[in-house]
């Protein structure tokens, strides 16, 4: 049990650290457009970024979110898959609760994405078309991602390991907390569809 906790935390710590880069708001810092929680929503992710209009600072926030979590897997991946586990875990959980925001951070579906693909491609390119199929039927963002991350959770448990499948499955309550404003204003039809500049 020790030993289990032991090889969980150190890639857990190197995962929270890499999913702690807040990329949506160092990108539009860098770009001059001020501080990105004072935008829309006040996300930090690439939804949010996309509603300065800047479409590839919006790409580019999503790229490296997602990277995060997919170097993150892939180094403690190195040490066996219980660890690549433990790397996405806390890939995530930095993103959504980063110590040097005060743990105020995104909604972690980019990250989520990203340790998906680290832990199993398959379900990475899943999730992924999922995304982009409720997002070309619905024009909602938010609610491609809360169903493309049920998706890929239920497509783990047939394509990867058990371990990674259990933690992609209770990732998905995680996703949806965090979501539970565009849920509400999914339920009352004043959610900003994508590329809208309103706030969100």
């Known amino acids: 049990m020790i030993s289990t906790l032991v090889l969980l ?53 999503l790229l490296l979110d997602a990277l995060k979590g997919v170097v993150a897997v892939l180094i403690a991946d190195q040490v066996g898959q219980l660890a690549a586990v433990g790397a996405a875990a806390g890939a995530v959980l930095g993103h959504m609760f980063p110590v040097w925001l005060g743990f105020k951070g995104g909604k972690g579906v980019a990250t989520t994405l990203g340790v998906m693909w680290g832990l199993s491609w398959p379900v990475g390119a899943i999730a992924c078309a999922a995304w982009l199929v409720f997002a070309a039927l619905f024009r909602f963002s938010s609610l491609a991602a809360l169903l493309s991350v049920v998706v890929a959770a239920i497509a783990a448990w047939f394509l990867t390991d058990h371990r990674a499948a259990i933690l992609l499955t209770l990732l998905v309550p995680l996703v949806w907390v965090r979501h539970h404003e565009n849920i509400a204003r999914l339920l009352n039809g004043t959610e900003s569809k994508i590329g809208q500049r309103t706030p969100g």
């Open 9 to 61: 935390l150190g890639p857990f710590l190197m995962g929270y650290l890499l999913g702690s880069i807040p990329f949506g708001l160092l990108l539009t810092r860098a770009a001059g457009l001020g501080d990105i929680r004072n935008v829309g929503s006040g996300n930090i992710g690439a939804t949010n970024v996309l509603r300065t209009g800047r479409k590839g600072l919006a790409a580019a926030t």
